[in-house]
């Protein structure tokens, strides 16, 4: 199994660029998660789903979209990008008989200039 | 007031020595408990569950005092691999419901030779 994995690893953006990081997971799990870890903050929650068709917001979806289209992937879109997006970006799965454990990807490193 | 709240360290500690990480949790609704590690520049794993009776795994053992809504993580043996950050993860629902997961800022652990 590859567990949960996410590209790009690193990023480079100019503010009002859009882009899409992606993630995928192979565990079959029904729970998948964006976090954003900022210096100071700890990991905060941006969207999450709980299966395929199905997101909601987390505590800091503004200026950020998912969608769920399969229960492998869940990409997380930047419409416009802010240098306060400048961040590393984690995603996570869980489910089955370990649902309470997350799985998280290596991340993304985005900078916004 | 952060809802989970960690001394930020850095704890820096000889090899061999025994080290205490602290945590407090403000929702007393709180329903399960965990200690991630984070090495540095790599993402989250779950290191251990906290039990209401405590637990241990090997060198690590986890206390839960629910009535002071308090954690802590015991290391024995310090080795210089445990240095990392620990995190102090609550949820406060059961479950894998991953909105509900709140995260501290994390300990910094320094094992020297």
């Known amino acids: 199994n590859a567990g949960v994995t996410q590209t790009p690893k690193f990023q480079v953006l100019k503010t009002g660029q859009s882009m899409t990081l992606q993630c995928a997971q192979d565990?079959?799990?029904?729970?998948m998660s964006w976090y954003r870890q900022d210096p100071g903050m700890g990991l905060r929650l941006i969207h999450y789903?709980?299966?395929?068709?199905?997101?909601d917001q987390g505590e800091v979806p503004n200026g950020y979209n998912v969608s769920r289209s399969t229960t492998e992937d869940f990409p997380l879109r930047l419409l416009s990008a802010a240098p306060s997006q400048t961040s590393v970006y984690f995603c996570?799965?869980?489910?089955?008989?370990?649902?309470?454990?997350?799985?998280f990807g290596p991340g993304t490193r985005l900078t916004v200039l | 007031r952060k809802e989970v709240e960690q001394d930020p360290g850095p704890f820096n500690v000889p090899e061999g020595a025994t080290v205490a990480f602290n945590c407090t949790y403000s929702n007393s609704a709180s329903q399960s408990f965990f200690w991630y590690r984070q090495d540095c520049r790599k993402e989250p794993k779950l290191l251990m569950s906290?039990?209401?009776s405590g637990n241990e795994d090997g060198r690590f053992t986890a206390q839960l005092n629910r009535a002071s809504q308090y954690i802590s993580l015991l290391i024995r043996d310090s080795k210089l691999s445990d240095s990392a950050t620990y995190l102090c993860v609550v949820n406060k629902a059961w479950g894998g419901a991953t909105n509900k997961l709140i995260f501290g800022t994390g300990t910094l652990l320094a094992v020297q030779p």
């Open positions: 565990m079959n799990h029904e729970y």
């Open positions: 996570a799965s869980s489910g089955g008989a370990s649902y309470n454990e997350q799985f």
């Open positions: 906290v039990y209401s």
């Open positions: 789903s709980v299966g395929a068709g199905i997101t």
